[in-house]
């Protein structure tokens, strides 16, 4: 049984962890380095590279894939700036230039998903095909005027927890009970980090606070991504209400929807053999 489970973890590629030193910033990325089509991974809100590890893992032999910590989150670096979507987006251009690449297969979960969106729209010639997973359009219809350096660096999930936590033990009860899920107790406590004063979150307070403060609508980008799209939805889905779904879906020239019969925001998380369905099936087209 050990040699077993054993053989199946060696026949997962090697997952490596790189630094890029952008023209913007730095970016730390994972990158299966292997043969293939590219496939880009971008994390949601608070996150990490890290939560596509089994993405990775399981269309890593058949696809090179890639996923970096966005600016503000991980190992990246964390400007004071309004962390937009068309900033974001400007980041992974100068990341694919730097890796000489220049056509991927776009994957983002919930904020990734916005980033998604703009990079799609803004730089149609990277992309071969766009997978928004949980994630709607909806928004502010003008942005917000706050000036920067009048912007409060609180972000609303952490602002009250008891940082720095003094042990490994404190932080994984506390987050536990703060989160709703067992796949969002992991999700954050990828970005937890132990530090000379106790353990942290890695994210910048600043970066969160930002890109919810000066998010906007971004439906008008929707009729410009001509690509094939895949939607995927949390069943019953707060962040994409049934009318979100709909109006994403008639807006797009070339999409395919589809519904998780599990509620977790994690759509790549919560039923794994599901979703790799209807990923599959996406990619099949391709």
């Keep these: 049984m050990r040699d077993s489970i054993l053989e199946e973890k060696l026949e997962h590629p090697k997952i490596y962890r790189n630094l890029a030193?952008?023209?913007?910033?730095?970016m730390f990325y994972l990158d299966t380095r292997t043969e293939g089509p590219v496939i880009l991974c971008l994390h949601g809100r608070w996150g990490r590279?890290?939560?596509?590890?089994?993405?990775?893992?399981?269309y890593g032999k058949q696809y090179r894939i890639i996923a970096p910590d966005q600016r503000g989150h991980g190992l990246s670096s964390k400007p004071v700036s309004k962390y937009t979507g068309e900033e974001m987006a400007g980041d992974i251009v100068e990341l694919l230039d730097h890796l000489k690449i220049d056509s991927i297969i776009l994957v983002g979960h919930s904020m990734g998903g916005r980033v998604a969106g703009y990079l799609t729209a803004m730089y149609p010639n990277y992309i071969q095909a766009l997978a928004i997973l949980d994630k709607s359009p909806s928004g502010p219809a003008t942005p917000s005027l706050l000036p920067l350096d009048q912007l409060p660096c609180v972000e609303p999930v952490t602002k009250d927890w008891p940082l720095p936590f003094s042990s490994l033990n404190e932080a994984m009860d506390y987050i536990r009970q703060a989160m709703e899920s067992e796949l969002s107790y992991q999700y954050f406590m990828?970005?937890?980090?132990?530090?000379?004063?106790?353990?942290?979150?890695?994210f910048s307070p600043q970066a969160m606070a930002a890109n919810i403060q000066y998010k906007v609508n971004w439906y008008h980008l929707l009729p410009e991504i001509k690509c094939p799209v895949l939607l995927i939805r949390a069943k019953n889905s707060e962040g994409v209400p049934d009318e979100d779904y709909n109006k994403m879906q008639s807006l797009l020239a070339n999409g395919h929807a589809y519904e998780m019969?599990?509620?977790?925001?994690?759509?790549?998380l919560s039923n794994k053999e599901e979703f790799y369905a209807y990923m599959d099936g996406f990619l099949g087209q391709l």
């Design 190 to 202: 990828n970005s937890l980090i132990e530090t000379v004063d106790g353990y942290q979150m890695m």
């Design 21 to 26: 030193k952008l023209n913007s910033l730095e």
């Design 49 to 58: 590279a890290e939560t596509w590890v089994d993405f990775m893992q399981h």
């Design 261 to 268: 019969s599990h509620p977790d925001h994690n759509v790549h």
